[in-house]
């Protein structure tokens, strides 16, 4: 079962735009991370927040987590044709049963 | 260092017959997770081992089934395909079990059952 959902499916936008990605979940969790993946090829780690974390960085990165709200939002800055893939939110719940929940992904496309 | 390996990447098989996919971690790396990525179902846990014991299964047939060698390195079997198998199979591996780890992913291998 799919534990986060991203918002918007898919978003296009022009190099040097920022864009926005959502995610929201439906159960506690212990942290929330995300991940890209380029045309169907594996996912490469982008970052992690900790469920008592509210926001972090990365590079042109920004992360933030509203607990009470059960939901995650992605902020990439400046964007490239390069940031062009899939991004794709994490839950993992903690506990002895650990294992990643996926939501279905935002395809983003950015135009040259 | 290098990263997760998979072999094969790629894989064409027929219904009925089985395949046996497998994963080299990160050097260091003791858990190893595989992942299954279908367009209509997306990414979907299958099981997570670490020293050679099964921690953790997802909601998959008995079909599905993996292990996990001594140097960390995972396999994972599907018998008696289905064409619903076709998938990118996908796995990860991390320093240790554990809310905490971070899971790093290999490329895949994609099956295609005809």
């Known amino acids: 079962s799919q534990q986060g959902e991203e918002d918007p499916q898919a978003l296009s936008i022009q190099e040097g735009e920022n864009a926005t990605m959502n995610c929201s979940y439906k159960?506690?969790?212990?942290?929330l991370q995300w991940y890209r993946q380029n045309s169907g090829r594996g996912l490469v780690h982008l970052i992690l927040i900790r469920s008592n974390e509210r926001e972090k960085h990365s590079g042109r990165l920004r992360v933030t987590l509203d607990t009470s709200k059960k939901s995650s939002s992605l902020l990439i800055t400046a964007s490239r044709a390069a940031d062009t893939a899939s991004y794709f939110c994490?839950?993992?719940?903690?506990?002895?049963?650990?294992?990643?929940?996926f939501g279905k992904g935002t395809l983003l496309t950015v135009n040259p | 260092k290098a990263g997760v390996t998979q072999t094969p990447r790629y894989l064409i098989k027929t219904r009925g017959q089985q395949v046996t996919l497998s994963c080299s971690p990160i050097s260091g790396h003791r858990s190893v997770s595989w992942y299954q990525q279908t367009p209509g179902q997306g990414l979907q846990f299958l099981f997570e081992?670490?020293?050679?014991?099964?921690?953790n299964k997802g909601n998959f047939p008995g079909r599905f089934s993996g292990r996990q060698f001594s140097n960390s390195r995972s396999e994972m079997n599907v018998s008696t395909l289905e064409l619903g198998d076709s998938a990118l199979y996908l796995c990860?591996?991390?320093?240790?079990?554990?809310?905490?780890?971070?899971?790093?992913f290999g490329p895949g291998t994609r099956l295609l059952v005809l």
């Open positions: 159960t506690s969790i212990n942290n």
């Open positions: 994490a839950t993992n719940s903690g506990g002895s049963n650990y294992k990643l929940t």
């Open positions: 081992y670490f020293s050679e014991t099964q921690r």
């Open positions: 990860a591996s991390s320093l240790l079990p554990g809310p905490k780890e971070t899971q790093y």
